[in-house]
């Protein structure tokens, strides 16, 4: 990289638009040009309806906005209102709450979260393992806190999590630094829509536990980030394993990144919380008061009106339901655009990774970027990553999730790449 002018080296950036909101900027232009029905835009990491359009649940906007203005204008507490804390916890675990010792610290959505993950459980230099599909902001968020990152493969040959690559990580990392955190994204993880299962949590678990007992001085932090969590499973299914993930040795740490951006399309709204199943009070209170001095230290107090929605939310019998109505509704909607594309998918042959919930289904290839360019002069926008394509449901009908696959096909043979 060049030399810098005036910020420090390790400052240095590129610059540049994001290369996702750059194919989502051409998508918006072809969409003005031919019409919302001759563009198939694939690129959007939030929930829109059928015409295009994000969607807002009424309960959460019709609670923000008739608060008084004094409870969305005032500073919340720093390390969040105490009543949010205490109903960002139901709303993390609902009714798979783990035994532990359990405590939350308001952060700005889940990004937030990770932040204070990475910082406060890991050295200055530490390399953070995360899955080799991933979401991107892993790596900015640790470089620019100095972390570095190393990857394991998400899937063994079964399509199944690779179990076998996680625990070789894990244990390499052991033995170079005294800690190792691992980030895990599930349920429906972004970008594969890849769930761990409850035996394969059971299977990390076990290792997890074996591990810590055989080296009592390492400590293994297990970040497990939620983000997709409200739109995976049936009712609380996709919790289940919550129940699983405690007793084990003092020297391991659930935390889970919690966000309210996509369970209650509050993505700008900037709210969520990091959490901590400790084995012990002194573990969780130190969690609580480090994690709160970060808050001091990087943006001081969070959104209080985002916070009073949730708590009004979860404070109310009648608002709740009509809530959850509404995360049901569009998550069968999800689920069917998903089970459209897949179907579709199977038939004539388009190579997925295993999905099994959420917004995005990935599509392994060897030219992502050709074939993302090529789609694109067919009105398909499609995000290119290091590993394949990216796959929105969540931003497009089901009528055009059915028939983005053969496009996509095509276009691959058109590159060479099937
Ligand atoms: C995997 C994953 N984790 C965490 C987040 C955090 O989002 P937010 O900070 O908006 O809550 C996202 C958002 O896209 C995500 O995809």
Redesign the pocket.
């Known amino acids: 990289m060049k030399k810098a002018e005036m910020v420090i080296q390790t400052s240095l950036r590129k610059g540049g638009t994001d290369p996702i909101f750059k194919i989502a900027g051409q998508a918006n232009i072809q969409i003005k040009k031919c019409g919302p029905e001759a563009v198939i835009n694939s690129t959007i990491?939030a929930l829109m309806d059928d015409n295009g359009e994000l969607v807002t649940f009424k309960a959460v906007y019709d609670t923000l906005k008739a608060l008084p203005n004094a409870l969305i204008a005032n500073y919340a507490g720093l390390a969040g209102q105490p009543d949010y804390l205490e109903k960002v916890v139901e709303a993390c675990f609902r009714d798979c709450k783990p035994e532990g010792h359990i405590r939350a610290v308001a952060t700005?959505?889940?990004?937030?979260a990770?932040r204070h993950a990475f910082c406060n459980y890991t050295e200055l230099g530490d390399t953070i393992l995360i899955t080799d599909w991933h979401?991107a902001?892993y790596e900015t968020i640790a470089d620019d806190n100095h972390r570095k990152i190393a990857t394991f493969p998400l899937y063994n040959e079964a399509g199944t999590f690779n179990l076998a690559g996680y625990k070789k990580s894990v244990l390499e990392l052991l033995e170079k630094q005294k800690r190792v955190l691992t980030v895990l994204?599930t349920p429906a993880?972004?970008p594969t829509g890849y769930t761990i299962s409850d035996d394969e949590w059971k299977e990390i678990k076990s290792f997890i536990t074996e591990t810590a007992q055989a080296q009592p001085n390492s400590k293994i932090i297990l970040l497990i980030?939620l983000?997709?969590i409200d739109f995976a499973g049936e009712g609380d299914d996709a919790r289940q394993f919550m129940k699983m993930i405690t007793g084990m040795p003092h020297n391991v740490l659930p935390l889970y990144?919690f966000?309210?951006?996509?369970s209650y399309t509050m993505?700008g709204l900037?709210n969520?919380a990091i959490i901590c199943v400790a084995p012990t009070e002194e573990i969780a209170t130190e969690f609580a008061n480090s994690c709160t001095y970060s808050n001091r230290g990087n943006w001081s107090n969070g959104t209080r009106g985002a916070m009073e929605t949730i708590t009004k939310i979860y404070s109310n019998e009648e608002l709740f339901n009509q809530a959850m109505a509404e995360q049901s509704f569009y998550k069968a909607i999800l689920r069917k655009r998903a089970a459209a594309f897949v179907e579709e998918a199977d038939k004539i042959g388009l190579k997925m990774v295993t999905y099994r919930d959420g917004f995005f289904i990935s599509l392994p290839c060897d030219h992502p970027k050709e074939i993302s360019d090529l789609l694109m002069e067919k009105n398909t926008f499609v995000v290119p990553l290091g590993k394949g394509l990216r796959f929105a449901p969540c931003a497009v009908s089901e009528e055009k999730c059915r028939r983005a696959p053969q496009l996509i096909l095509q276009a691959m043979k058109e590159v060479g790449d099937c």
């Open positions: 990491g700005p959505g889940g990004t937030g990770v979401w902001a994204n993880h972004n980030d983000a997709y990144a966000s309210c951006s996509k993505y900037r969520g």
